[in-house]
Every structure is written in structure tokens, then in C-alpha cells.
């Protein structure tokens, strides 16, 4: 059966990736996915080889056939959503153009166009890709500038993942989630074998910690939790630690402030491809799973 382990953070820049990276180089041939769509950056230490490219597309977008607008405004009118511009006067009467990034995808203008001049076609959002990296296959996502539906390009992306891992008989799928608590996380976290939560020693790392604790018991998920460059500060280390047992997750390491990470990700290598004092730390945590 394949196990599912999801990394994740309450907050960015707790080091969330860097540990990905990390049981992607421990980890027996895991399929690994990036559900950080809006911001993935795990290719940049994996250095992905793109086998496969695929179009996403969700929801709908406006758009004016300006050889049948004849200028009446009825799209203008009924626009609550600013997207509707007037684009100057031609042969005496106004033409109209739809801002694709202001446009929500109502679909109101096509209704009351009475010339039915405005086509509703999907929206691209973005691409997925299906890559080859030396620690194994990666499926990740590029969203575009703008874009929507974050959540259901990551169930796509986890989709794809889990069914790599089925046709190959590969045991362990490896996701570095998105930060915060929305949709993209909820989409990440949903049906996963475990969560992990990275955190640091900060006062606003311990509030974000608790939010997303508090996400993983509603939706049911097992969580555990370690504190990244927790010898920065001891005393808030404990505190989020015993936070943590509270809200009933697992505690299973912590992982000291080494410089040898910044150096490791200028070079494009996990952390545990290096030498640094800070590989045995990660290496526990990731026995400690046990997956």
C-alpha cells in the first residue's frame, strides 16, 4: 500500500522545502510531488528533466468576437467586476475589450449580450509536468499570473502522483505543501497518510503551528511536527513542543541552525547530499517516521 506523507508549515520560510528535498535523497524511490503551485521552488534543489508537459484549465473567461460587438455596452452595464473596458470609438461607436485578469468568469455579459458576440471559453491557469529527477519521478505545477483554482491543479498534481506510484510499485509518495492553512493546503493534506509540520522557534511560528494542527485534526490526518534552527531559541522550542503533544501530534526532532543549508541550496543539493552537521538531525526525523 502506498503511504502518502505531506510536509507542510503554517507559515513560508520555515524550511519546509529544504526537508522535502531531504527524504526525497532518503526516501527508497518515492514519487514526489510539489503542491506548492503558486510558489514551487523544490526544483530548484531536484533539478527536474520535464518528460511531459499538460495544459491546466479551469473556469471560464470572457472574451469580445469584435467583429460582432456592435458597441451597445450592455456587457459594460452589467459588469460588477471592473473587467469590461471601453477601447476608444471605431467607425463612431464605441468597442469594448475584457480584462482577463479582471474577469471572474460569471459568464453575466454572455448572457446579456444581444448580439452573442462574447464567447466563454476554459481558462488556462497554468501547466503540469510529469519529470525524471535522481531520486525519482517528480510531478509539479506551474500557476499563472493571476490564476485560480490553486486547489484543484494540486489535486491534479496529487492525482497524478499516486497513480505513478500505483503503476510502478513504488511505496511512499514524498509532497512538499504549500504554506498557511487554504485551500491549496486543504487540497494538499485530504485523504495523506501523515503530515508533517516544519516549524521554528519564533512566536509567530508557534501561532501558525497551532492553525495548522488544528486543520489536520479537523479533516482527521496524523500529524507530526519538527522544529527547524531550534537552537536559535531553546526556551520558545519547548514551549511549541509541549503545544504540539497537546494538540496530540507526534514530536519527532529537531533540526539545529546550520549555514551549511544556504550553501547546500546554491549549489542545487539537498542538505543531506552534503557533509553538514545538520544531516544527522534530518536523518533522524525521517526514521522516526517510519515510512
Same mark, same amino acid.
Given at each position: ?8 508549515s503554517?507559515?513560508?520560510g ?9 527524504f ?5 524511490s518515492? #514519487? ?14 531536484? /533539478? ?5 508537459r499538460?495544459?491546466?484549465r ?22 460588477r467586476?471592473?473587467a ?8 463612431? %461607436? ?7 485578469v479582471?474577469? %471572474? ?10 448580439e ?8 488556462l ?7 525524471e ?13 493571476a490564476?485560480?483554482? /490553486?486547489?484543484?491543479l494540486?489535486?491534479t =498534481? +496529487?492525482r ?9 510499485g513504488?511505496?511512499? =509518495?514524498l509532497?512538499?505543501?504549500p504554506p ?7 487540497a494538499?493534506v485530504?485523504g495523506?497518510?501523515?503530515?508533517l ?13 497551532? +492553525? #495548522?494542527? /488544528?486543520?489536520? +485534526?479537523?479533516?482527521a ?7 527547524n ?5 531553546? %526556551? ?14 507526534? =514530536? ?11 550553501l547546500?541550496?546554491?549549489?542545487? +543539493?539537498? =542538505? #543531506?547530499?552534503t ?6 538531525d ?10
Amino acid at each position: 500500500m502506498t503511504k502518502e506523507l505531506v510536509v507542510i508549515s503554517g507559515k513560508g520560510g520555515t524550511g519546509k522545502t529544504s526537508v522535502t528535498a531531504s527524504f526525497a535523497v532518503l526516501a527508497n524511490s518515492p #514519487v514526489i510531488c510539489d503542491c506548492d503551485v503558486d510558489a514551487a521552488d523544490l526544483h530548484l534543489i531536484l /533539478s527536474p528533466r520535464v518528460n511531459e508537459r499538460h495544459e491546466f484549465r479551469s473556469g471560464h473567461e470572457a472574451v469580445i468576437r469584435m467583429a460582432d460587438c456592435i458597441g451597445c455596452g450592455a456587457c459594460l452595464a452589467h459588469c460588477r467586476f471592473g473587467a469590461v473596458r471601453m477601447n476608444g470609438k471605431a467607425a463612431g %461607436e464605441a468597442t469594448f475589450v475584457i480584462d482577463p485578469v479582471s474577469c %471572474e468568469g460569471c459568464g453575466v455579459c454572455v448572457r446579456f449580450c444581444p448580439e452573442q458576440a462574447i464567447d466563454f471559453p476554459e481558462r488556462l491557469c497554468g501547466e503540469w509536468m510529469i519529470s525524471e529527477t535522481r531520486c525519482g519521478p517528480m510531478i509539479h505545477a506551474r500557476l499563472g499570473v493571476a490564476a485560480e483554482n /490553486s486547489g484543484k491543479l494540486v489535486s491534479t =498534481v +496529487r492525482r497524478e502522483a499516486r497513480r505513478i506510484a500505483e503503476e510502478q510499485g513504488r511505496s511512499v =509518495v514524498l509532497a512538499d505543501g504549500p504554506p498557511g492553512i487554504g485551500c491549496p493546503v486543504i487540497a494538499s493534506v485530504t485523504g495523506a497518510t501523515l503530515v508533517l509540520v516544519v516549524t521554528e522557534p519564533t512566536v509567530s511560528g508557534e501561532h501558525d503551528l497551532e +492553525r #495548522v494542527l /488544528s486543520l489536520a +485534526r479537523h479533516f482527521a490526518i496524523p500529524a507530526a511536527v519538527c522544529v527547524n534552527k531550534w537552537d536559535l531559541n531553546p %526556551e520558545m522550542t519547548e514551549r511549541i513542543e509541549n503545544r504540539a503533544r497537546q494538540a496530540g501530534a507526534r =514530536v519527532t526532532g529537531r533540526i539545529r541552525y546550520d549555514r551549511a543549508v544556504t550553501l547546500a541550496q546554491m549549489q542545487g +543539493r539537498a =542538505v #543531506v547530499e552534503t557533509e553538514a552537521p545538520c544531516v544527522e538531525d534530518i536523518q533522524h526525523i525521517w526514521d522516526h517516521l517510519g515510512l
